[in-house]
């Protein structure tokens, strides 16, 4: 009986071995899946990145071309209001 007690104990020790033994492969399993899906991710992140730095320089350009238009139509509108003021000066005898 005293065998047969040891015999159980070892074979309780060996699927306890065993258990983690497969915990472990489960965890390098998922852990390895984790690395896996976290790259992927980052490639995402990487690909969103570049197009929202490309389309940030897209509207600051735009912003840029709208600032100089801005600029060339308000100097155009001074010129014009000169010009207007100078014509009524001059109409109204030079007053």
Not at 32 to 40: D, G, H, M, Y
Not at 50 to 74: F, G, I, P, Y
């Amino acid at each position: 009986m005293a065998n047969t007690h040891k015999l159980d104990e070892a074979f309780q020790r060996f699927e306890m071995a065993l258990r983690h033994i497969e915990d472990a492969i489960v965890l390098k399993v998922d852990g390895q899946k984790r690395v896996a899906s976290l790259e992927n991710e980052t490639e995402v992140l990487r690909r969103d990145r570049v197009r929202l730095a490309h389309e940030l320089d897209l509207v600051r350009n735009k912003a840029s071309e709208l600032v100089n238009t801005s600029k060339n139509a308000a100097g155009k509108i001074d010129a014009a209001m000169s010009r207007i003021r100078a014509v009524l000066h001059s109409n109204s005898g030079g007053e």
